[in-house]
């Protein structure tokens, strides 16, 4: 179970909090990528996305549901399934936020929509964000999208934990692999530190025997927030100084921590069109794990 008591009470509302934008998780997020970019610094302009690195706190111990993530009840819904997967969003800037900034958060569920297919039940929730800046003004409005889905079976026995042992820290974790394409570096090492710069305690990232023995994994799994950073990193990799309006972003299938993958960047009618993909099969189509689509502003537009 991951949720508590009094579930049936249960009503969307708004949360209003105060937060401090840490330089410390961002110093920390541009460690772990290791790509030649200097680490953002108090006053300097935060990277799109990068509030994800710069808001998030623990929660209390005595919170946590088996999975690691917090119970749920209090602001998101009582849903009973028990696996959770970010499957995207979108996210606006009409403003601007710095390293060290006091923001105003706001955050509501949306929608909590519950649906039936081949793969069994889901339920999809919608929460939507809004960060004011210091100075009162609009800076991002944000809605990401949360699946949860039935427990997979478990099926023979899980794989080795010797295999674990091999993955061994591989240096950076994006790598210039041609034009507009990088390699996506991960290992257990990564994924670890990504969990802590979140503040994501969820176990499916860091706890092999859970991953592949109670959820069923064949490995740990990549983060989807990592990827989608990874791909958003790729517009300042490539010196690009047009400013980034709004961006789309959806994972589409699971990484694994090891697998090889690339992120490609390709032009697109509203922008930049960047994804994560896989070439396990030589003789298929590659394997495409995140899409990230980027709209910029209009030169000269007020």
Same mark, same amino acid.
């Given at each position: 179970?991951?949720?508590?008591? /009094?579930?049936?009470?249960?009503?969307?509302?708004?949360?209003?909090?105060?937060? *401090?934008?840490?330089? +410390?998780?961002?110093?920390?997020?541009?460690?772990?990528?290791?790509?030649?970019?200097?680490?953002?610094?108090? /006053?300097?302009?935060?990277?799109?996305?990068?509030?994800?690195? +710069?808001?998030?706190?623990?929660?209390?111990?005595?919170?946590?549901?088996?999975?690691?993530?917090?119970?749920?009840?209090?602001?998101?819904?009582?849903?009973?399934?028990?696996?959770?997967?970010?499957?995207?969003?979108?996210?606006?800037?009409?403003?601007?936020?710095?390293?060290?900034?006091?923001?105003?958060?706001?955050?509501?569920?949306?929608?909590?929509?519950?649906?039936?297919?081949?793969?069994?039940?889901?339920?999809?929730? =919608?929460?939507?964000?809004?960060? *004011?800046?210091?100075?009162?003004?609009?800076?991002?409005?944000?809605?990401?999208?949360?699946?949860?889905?039935?427990? +997979?079976?478990?099926?023979?026995?899980?794989?080795?934990?010797?295999?674990?042992?091999?993955?061994?820290?591989?240096?950076?974790?994006?790598?210039?692999?041609?034009?507009?394409?990088?390699?996506?570096?991960?290992?257990?090492?990564?994924?670890?530190?990504?969990?802590?710069?979140?503040?994501?305690?969820?176990?499916?990232?860091?706890?092999?025997? *859970?991953?592949?023995?109670?959820?069923? *994994?064949?490995?740990?799994?990549?983060?989807?927030?990592?990827?989608?950073?990874?791909?958003?990193?790729?517009?300042?990799?490539?010196?690009?100084?047009?400013?980034?309006?709004?961006?789309?972003?959806?994972?589409?299938?699971?990484?694994?921590? +090891?697998?090889?993958?690339?992120?490609?960047? =390709?032009?697109?009618?509203?922008?930049?069109?960047?994804?994560?993909?896989?070439?396990?099969?030589?003789?298929?189509?590659?394997?495409?794990?995140?899409?990230?689509?980027?709209?910029?502003?209009?030169?000269?537009?007020?």
């Amino acid at each position: 179970m991951s949720s508590r008591s /009094g579930d049936a009470e249960w009503a969307p509302h708004t949360v209003v909090s105060e937060e *401090y934008l840490d330089p +410390a998780p961002v110093a920390a997020l541009a460690a772990l990528l290791d790509d030649g970019l200097p680490a953002p610094r108090v /006053g300097d302009v935060l990277p799109p996305l990068w509030h994800w690195v +710069a808001l998030p706190r623990w929660s209390p111990s005595s919170l946590l549901a088996v999975d690691g993530h917090p119970f749920k009840g209090s602001f998101l819904p009582p849903v009973e399934l028990p696996r959770r997967m970010f499957a995207g969003g979108t996210a606006a800037f009409p403003g601007t936020l710095r390293v060290g900034d006091t923001v105003r958060r706001e955050a509501r569920v949306e929608s909590v929509t519950e649906k039936h297919g081949r793969s069994g039940t889901l339920v999809v929730v =919608v929460v939507g964000i809004e960060l *004011y800046a210091p100075d009162g003004t609009l800076a991002v409005t944000e809605q990401q999208n949360l699946i949860y889905r039935e427990a +997979a079976a478990v099926t023979g026995e899980p794989p080795s934990p010797e295999s674990a042992a091999a993955l061994v820290p591989c240096g950076p974790a994006v790598v210039p692999d041609g034009p507009d394409r990088w390699r996506l570096v991960t290992d257990p090492t990564l994924l670890m530190r990504f969990s802590a710069a979140t503040a994501n305690a969820h176990r499916i990232h860091y706890d092999w025997p *859970y991953a592949t023995g109670v959820e069923g *994994y064949p490995g740990l799994v990549v983060h989807g927030p990592l990827m989608t950073l990874a791909l958003a990193e790729t517009h300042r990799l490539g010196a690009d100084d047009r400013r980034i309006a709004g961006l789309a972003h959806r994972n589409l299938a699971p990484l694994f921590c +090891a697998e090889p993958a690339v992120l490609q960047s =390709v032009p697109s009618e509203s922008g930049t069109a960047v994804s994560v993909v896989t070439h396990t099969d030589p003789d298929a189509e590659p394997r495409i794990h995140t899409t990230l689509d980027l709209t910029f502003d209009t030169p000269g537009a007020s």
